[in-house]
C-alpha cells in the first residue's frame, strides 16, 4: 500500500480518536490500533503525537474551507458557475455545504472547533488561520451583497466585519447543536440560520436598521 | 481579612492568571504571588488547582448570568421592572449587559469561553450548565416575541430553540472579536448584533422568511 494511502488511514483514525477522547487522552496505541497498523510506523510517518494533530487539523481545516467554496461556487470543480447567483443563494449554498460537511464529520468539527482552539500553541494558530480564512469569504460575500442592493447608506467597513463575525459564530453553535441532536438535519440547521441571518441581513441591506 | 475576602482576591488572581496562562500553564505560586498571600493558604481555602479553577468557572458563570439577566430587568435588584417593554428592547439591554460585562472581564470570559469547555470534566459540565442557563434564557425572550406578535403561523418551539443557538454563537463569536480589538466598544458589538439578530428575527415575527 502506497505511504500516502497508509498516511490518509492513519489521519482518518488519528480524527476518530481525537475527536472522540480529546488530545491529550488519545492514546497513540488506539490510533495504530483503529488504523490497522503498527505503533511504530505511525511514528515512522508523522513524527510525533504533536505533529499528527497538527496534520489532522490541517487536512480537516482545508477540508472543510474546500467545501463550503464548492457550495458556494457549484460543486467541486464546478468553477464558480455560481459566481452569477444572487448573493443570498450563494449565502445559502455555503451554508448547506457547511452543515452538510460538519454533520458527516463529526469528529473532524470537534478536532477544530473544540479541541484545536484551546491546546495552546500551535494548535490554536493553524485553527484560526482557517476560521479567518472563513470569516474573510463570508465578509467578502456579504459586502457583495450590499453592493447588489447599493441603497444608501452603503454598511461600513467594520461592519461588515462584525456581521461576519456574528454569522460565523452562530454557525459554529448550531454546528454543535445539529451534531448533538441526531434529529436534526443539515438542511435544517442550515435552513435556520438562513432565515435568521438573511431576514436580518436583508432588512440591513435595504437600510433598514432595528431601532430602540 | 475575613476568609470570604481573602477568597475572593484569590478567585481574583485565578481568573486573571487562568485567563492569560491557560489552565494547565497556570502556576499555583504565580496565583499566591498576584493574591498577595502565601501558596499554602491558597491550598488551606481552595483545596487544590481543580477546586480552584472550578470555582473561578462558578463565580464567573454565575456574574455573567446575573449581569445579563440584570440588564434585561432593568438593574441588579431592579425586580424585573423592564418586564413589560417589548421583547426587542429586553433583547438590546440583554446584549449590552453582555458585552459591556465580557469588556469589563476579559480573563473571565476567556476562562468561560476558551478554557473550561475544552479541559474535559469536571469543568465543561460546569460552563455547560451555565450555557443552557443562558440558551433557554434567550429561548423564552424569542418565544414571548413570537407571542406578542402574534402573527400566523407561531414560531415552532424547536426553531425557536435552533434561533437561540444562533444568537448565542453569534454573541460568542462577537465577544471575541470585541476583546481582541481595543477599538471595538461594547455598544458597537451590541448594536452590530442587534441589527444582525433582530432585524432577522423581526421578519421571522411577521411571518416574512427568506425563501431561496
Not at 76 to 103: M, Y
Not at 107 to 114: F, P, S, T
Amino acid at each position: 500500500m502506497p505511504r500516502a494511502v497508509r498516511e490518509q488511514q492513519m489521519l482518518d483514525a488519528a480524527v476518530r480518536i481525537f475527536g472522540q477522547r480529546g488530545y491529550r487522552a488519545a492514546s497513540m496505541d488506539e490510533i495504530a490500533d483503529v488504523a490497522g497498523v503498527s505503533k511504530p510506523l505511525v511514528y515512522l510517518y508523522l513524527n510525533s503525537k504533536e505533529e499528527l494533530f497538527t496534520a489532522c487539523i490541517r487536512r480537516e481545516a482545508a477540508a472543510l474551507v474546500a467545501a463550503v467554496r464548492a457550495g458556494v461556487s457549484g460543486g467541486e470543480g464546478g468553477g464558480g458557475v455560481r459566481g452569477g447567483l444572487p448573493a443570498d443563494r450563494q449565502l445559502w449554498a455555503g451554508l448547506q455545504a457547511f452543515f452538510t460537511h460538519t454533520a458527516e464529520r463529526p469528529d473532524a468539527w470537534v478536532v477544530l472547533h473544540n479541541q484545536a482552539r484551546t491546546q495552546g500553541e500551535p494548535f490554536a494558530a493553524e485553527v484560526a488561520v482557517m476560521r479567518e480564512e472563513i470569516v474573510a469569504f463570508v465578509t467578502s460575500l456579504i459586502a457583495e451583497a450590499a453592493r447588489e442592493a447599493h441603497r444608501k447608506p452603503e454598511l461600513a467597513e467594520r461592519e461588515v466585519a462584525g456581521l461576519a463575525q456574528a454569522l460565523v459564530g452562530a454557525a459554529e453553535s448550531l454546528a454543535g447543536w445539529a451534531n448533538g441532536d441526531a434529529s436534526v438535519s443539515a438542511k435544517e440547521a442550515a435552513a435556520t440560520l438562513m432565515n435568521f441571518a438573511w431576514a436580518g441581513l436583508g432588512e440591513l441591506m435595504e437600510g433598514r436598521r432595528w431601532v430602540p
